[in-house]
């Protein structure tokens, strides 16, 4: 693809959408906007609705800032507000010129019988165009029960259909046959390169902080790219900008505490909210010295803060700061971390168009120290990505709104650099930095063709360039260097262009049900380099290069959706076919780790998936949840493996069930539980064994030929508020809970090996993690 | 190596809930596949052992494979046949390498022919063997270090072999030179489960091989490290074989641990 076609593309897009509207709106309408907010914190409220009641059918939704823009012709009207979980707001206006009109809405009172509040908008999952988005109600999942009571976005989401869990406790997830690394995951817009902590089993972001979570299975929109499978996206809160609050939790394991207030009451906030693990502190209590010098933990930090420069301008400035350290005696110690900030300025350009630019910045880096005999060194490496991106909204009519925009992000991956002591044996040496450049525009027009039919449609134009200064290496078929390409600062050595379209349809039917279809580009230029199951902190990031093509995805997709009883129950069936270009595995033996010829360790291949997902919830009264069941195959083909047959991937699973229940006993008493099921991942046993060196050795005869034991597991968990009392600001919680109650050993991993105590036989050993974990934390608001 | 910190540490987090336990895998059978593993010394004469795989239910006898025709030739043009002296085993007592010359297997077994080649890479000493007592996880424990100059310029791949109390460690300890190219190495033979006492007398042997071998020896180990893709290693032997053939510089020392 040349840039030249992609530019010309995009323009013609941009010049019919930018027409379109002059030839569909009346002169003499007139334009509602304004922001919406939470009336008791002043949260920007994303997805609120507004509506017209004497105009029936004219519905617009606030962005991800809580601007929304709504036209009339001229005369008086009433507007109606609302949002899940508030009390709708009803206004009389008269738009006799242009209103500016900021809502704000007043959180309602939950009774017993409604747990979860209807609203207008309740019926918006079946009416858009939208489909394979997942929203995550943060109060809801804060009442589910987790591994030693640490709630977390990340793995609650792994109930819902087609997001697998990546193993047992893990915070890791696979979104429709996508691979761990395929997932991007944004934290106020800036990629979170490792969304996790103490090897998988907690993830970076503390739901304290959080404000809003959406997870994109397919159907993205236009303005999210980079990676083949899935978005996360996921929007910290402004902080309270009426008063002071404080809250936090003491459990088990770590501690949270979260303080926000006003910096200038209505115009500024901030929010700083901070986590720690304190599993180390019992190490200290041990009387032996060396288990004393020993580390492990985490820490999270968040920060945000807004100021309104008047009445177009608002700036934001997040940050996300978070470590983990482990360490053995002086022997060996590790620690890694992520580091995100985002800067952000919105700008009202006029009543009708929404802009905003930010600047973003990420890095995610290791530090191994190491002490053996008299050498000491230290192993670093990074990813770091500096961002500018441009966003616009656009709200043509009731009916049409384009958003469109570009960014660009440099990339610098350092694989590896070793410093050691002048007195030590090892030496200092450093894997050359592979520097990148990724920039993309997109338009996506999201419009109301006629009642029944709803449609958004975009285009993103993608390019990754690789650059110098640097060595980049040609490799025959069996990965030796043929040649050695030594590219000057700035210079490009490979650069990839690609049109990713993206199509989402709705239609509506008599009966109030719904079907959706859609279809999906995706292109990835960063591939993520692990032989682990899941994600660990030593991974490499490698961007696409001479060697290394971009990965492309292709999703169809095709939906049922239908709510009932007065929107009590929610019911949704999706399937999907889903095709995969370069996707990469590794030659045997490969050494990913601070290889400078990492490239010729790579194997380039093709991947399916296709599946179909069920999904029933109820949403309202004393007990509700849902139910959600995923029927799906994974498969992947290399020519050197298999014998270049297709083979299951490893996360490929063909059944996948989670049932989760929430029940509210009384005013103060709270009960959860989930079950979950799933087939075993696809994995290589031996099919025989011989011996070398005068040991046994297993033989393998094919890849992922064989599958773990089925999974299964139940959580209970109990939560218990203070007796309720108006007038007290201050507010508690218990909550109990039991991770894997009827303690089935599921297994993590199967080796195998000689019987140690009959050396002439072999034996499979199962490693088993949790088995009835309790838990126990206490959460405080005042 | 830092694969390996990142699975101790792994593994060492996994042990503080972890239970394990004996259980039954129902494996497929496969057909029988030749193993030959060919040895050429400086220190000892050439032996290739030939053998056949077995199903993983069997017992730990693997059937010797008799009657091959096994000969080494070298880049001087010297062919050695090699004599079954014991069942499935063949050798030669004129056949002693020399460093810095390349060998060739030849391997007739019922009609299938095997092939490999391996150079006796320049070989490299160890002055002496260090000792140490470093603190693991939660304990302390006793460890060697292999001390010698590692020759600049020239791209070198170690394997060592630690005899704890007249008993072979199983633990594979396989490396290259780029952390310490031209320099002086002390790294050590780090077994978590360490089982050296003071007064034990701990023998190392050092293997110089070649950049095959080392590619072989590393399968090894990731099979070893029960890593999540296990693959057969990369044979150096050609004609489908499983194994290797190596020509090897070979040195003994001892230490006795203080």
Redesign the interface.
């Known amino acids: 693809m040349h840039l030249y076609t992609c530019r010309t593309i995009l323009l013609f897009s941009f010049l019919y959408l930018l027409l379109y509207p002059s030839i569909t709106s009346a002169q003499n309408k007139t334009t509602i906007s304004g922001i919406v907010k939470d009336k008791v914190t002043g949260e920007l409220m994303i997805g609120a609705s507004i509506k017209i009641e004497e105009l029936p059918g004219t519905v617009v939704f606030t962005n991800a800032y809580g601007f929304y823009a709504i036209s009339t012709p001229k005369g008086k009207y009433t507007l109606l507000i609302s949002s899940i979980g508030y009390t709708n707001f009803i206004k009389s206006i008269s738009t006799e010129k242009n209103l500016q009109l900021n809502i704000e809405l007043s959180p309602a009172a939950i009774t017993l019988e409604e747990v979860i509040v209807a609203s207008r908008n309740k019926n918006e999952h079946v009416e858009k165009a939208l489909m394979g988005v997942e929203k995550i109600n943060i109060n809801e999942i804060n009442k589910l029960p987790v591994l030693f009571g640490e709630k977390d976005v990340l793995k609650s989401i792994q109930l819902l259909p087609g997001i697998q869990s990546a193993g047992d406790g893990n915070s890791g997830f696979f979104v429709r046959g996508g691979g761990a690394d395929q997932n991007l995951i944004l934290l106020d817009e800036a990629p979170v390169y490792n969304a996790s902590h103490?090897?998988g089993f907690f993830s970076t972001f503390n739901s304290d902080a959080i404000k809003d979570f959406s997870l994109y299975k397919g159907g993205m929109p236009a303005q999210y790219g980079g990676r083949l499978s899935s978005v996360v996206d996921i929007k910290m809160k402004d902080g309270n900008n009426k008063d002071y609050d404080v809250n936090g939790g003491i459990g088990l394991i770590s501690s949270r505490l979260n303080i926000e207030g006003p910096l200038d009451k209505d115009n500024g906030s901030f929010i700083i909210s901070g986590r720690r693990t304190y599993a180390d502190m019992f190490l200290k209590l041990?009387p032996?010295t060396?288990?004393k010098?020993?580390k492990?933990y985490f820490y999270d930090l968040n920060l945000k803060t807004n100021y309104r420069l008047g009445k177009k301008d608002r700036l934001f400035l997040s940050g996300y700061f978070g470590r983990d350290v482990?360490g053995?005696?002086?022997?060996?110690g590790?620690d890694w971390g992520n580091t995100t900030a985002t800067l952000r300025w919105n700008h009202l350009v006029s009543n009708r168009i929404f802009s905003n630019t930010s600047l973003i910045y990420s890095n995610y880096n290791y530090i191994?120290k190491?002490k053996?005999?008299?050498?000491n060194f230290k192993?670093t490496s990074k990813i770091e990505d500096f961002n500018i991106k441009q966003d616009f909204d656009y709200f043509i009519t009731n009916n049409n709104k384009i958003k469109f925009g570009g960014d660009m992000i440099e990339h610098t991956v350092s694989p590896?650099h070793?410093e050691a002591d002048a007195s030590s044996?090892?030496?200092s040496?450093t894997v050359q930095n592979r520097y990148s450049i990724e920039s993309a525009f997109y338009v996506s027009d999201e419009v109301g063709v006629s009642k029944k039919i709803d449609l958004v449609y975009g285009l993103r134009c993608s390019n990754l360039s690789a650059i110098g200064p640097g060595n980049y290496y040609q490799y025959d078929n069996n990965g030796n260097t043929i040649d050695t390409l030594h590219v000057a600062s700035g210079k490009s050595v490979a650069s990839y262009w690609n049109l990713e379209p993206r199509i989402s349809i709705s239609y509506i039917l008599t009966n109030n049900g719904s079907i959706k279809a859609s279809y999906n580009r995706n292109v990835q230029n960063l591939h993520l380099l692990s032989?682990?199951?899941t994600t660990?902190?030593?991974d490499l990031w490698l961007p696409s290069s001479n060697n290394v093509k971009p990965e492309i995805a292709d999703q169809v997709a095709i939906g049922y959706y239908k709510n009932s009883h007065n929107n009590k129950y929610e019911l949704s069936v999706e399937t999907y076919y889903k095709l995969m270009q370069h996707q990469i595995d590794?030659?045997?033996?490969a050494?990913?780790?601070?290889n400078d010829n990492v490239e010729s360790e790579l194997l380039y291949g093709k991947g399916r998936a296709y599946g179909i997902e069920f999904y029933v919830k109820k949403k309202v009264g004393k007990l509700n949840g849902w139910i959600s069941y995923t029927l799906s195959r994974t498969e992947r083909r290399f020519d050197s493996i298999n014998h270049g047959n297709y083979f299951p991937a490893?996360q490929d699973r063909t059944h996948d069930l989670s049932i989760v229940a929430l029940y509210k006993l009384n005013k103060r008493w709270s009960l959860s539980g989930t079950w979950v099921y799933y087939t075993g991942n696809a994995?290589?046993?031996?099919?025989?064994?011989?011996?070398?060196?005068?040991?046994?050795?297993?033989?393998?005869?094919e890849?992922?030929?064989?599958r773990m034991p089925a999974y299964h597991r139940l959580d209970l968990a109990a939560t218990v508020e203070n007796k309720h009392n108006s007038l007290r600001r201050y507010q508690s919680s218990w909550t109990f809970g039991l991770y894997n109650a009827y303690g089935r050993?599921n297994?993590?991993?199967?080796?195998?090996q000689?019987d140690p105590n009959d050396?002439?036989?072999?034996?499979?050993?199962?490693?088993?993690?949790?088995?009835f974990?309790p838990s126990i934390s206490w959460n405080f608001k005042f | 190596?830092?694969?390996f910190?990142?699975l101790?540490?792994?593994s060492?987090?996994?042990i503080a809930?972890?239970?394990?336990?004996?259980?039954?895998?129902d494996?497929?059978?496969?057909a029988?596949?030749i193993?030959i593993?060919g040895i050429v010394t400086n220190t000892s004469t050439a032996q290739v052992r030939i053998?056949?795989?077995?199903?993983?239910s069997?017992?730990?006898?693997?059937p010797t494979v008799s009657g091959a025709m096994v000969t080494i030739s070298d880049n001087l043009n010297n062919n050695y046949i090699l004599q079954e002296t014991q069942p499935g085993i063949y050798t030669n007592n004129n056949l002693m390498g020399l460093p810095g010359h390349t060998y060739q297997l030849n391997v007739n077994t019922n009609g299938h022919i095997y092939t490999a080649s391996s150079t006796m890479p320049y070989q490299v000493f160890m002055d002496t063997i260090?000792t140490?007592n470093?603190?693991?996880?939660?304990?302390?424990i006793k460890i060697v270090?292999p001390l010698y100059s590692d020759p600049a310029n020239v791209a070198n791949y170690y394997w060592f072999i630690e005899t704890i109390r007249q008993t072979?460690n199983?633990k594979i300890f396989v490396w290259d030179d780029?952390?310490?190219?031209?320099?002086?190495?002390?790294?050590?033979l780090?077994e978590p489960d360490s089982t050296i006492n003071t007064g034990d007398t701990i023998q190392v042997e050092m293997r110089c091989i070649d950049k095959n071998i080392y590619?072989y020896v590393?399968?090894?180990e990731?099979?070893q490290n029960?890593?999540?893709?296990?693959?057969?290693?990369?044979t150096n032997i050609s004609g489908g074989a499983?194994?290797?053939f190596s020509a090897q510089t070979r040195q003994i020392r001892k230490v006795k641990m203080p």
């Open positions: 103490l090897l041990s032996d060396t288990i010098s020993n492990l482990l053995f005696g002086d022997t060996f590790t191994i190491i053996s005999g008299s050498s192993i590896g070793i044996n090892v030496k040496s032989n682990a199951v660990t902190p030593t590794y030659r045997n033996g050494d990913l780790t601070a490893r994995v290589t046993f031996p099919s025989g064994k011989y011996q070398v060196n005068g040991q046994t050795v297993f033989m393998y005869t890849r992922n030929g064989y050993e297994a993590y991993s199967i080796a195998f000689d050396p002439t036989k072999t034996q499979a050993v199962q490693t088993s993690l949790f088995k974990i | 190596m830092k694969a910190y990142t101790l540490a792994i060492t987090l996994m809930v972890a239970c394990k336990k004996v259980i039954n895998v494996l497929n059978n496969a029988s596949e193993v593993e053998s056949n795989s077995v199903n993983f069997n017992s730990n006898i693997f260090l140490d470093i603190s693991f996880g939660n304990k302390y270090e072979v199983k780029n952390l310490t190219n031209g320099g002086i190495s002390n790294r050590p780090i590619n590393r399968g090894l990731d099979l029960n890593g999540t893709t296990p693959a057969n290693p990369n499983l194994g290797y």
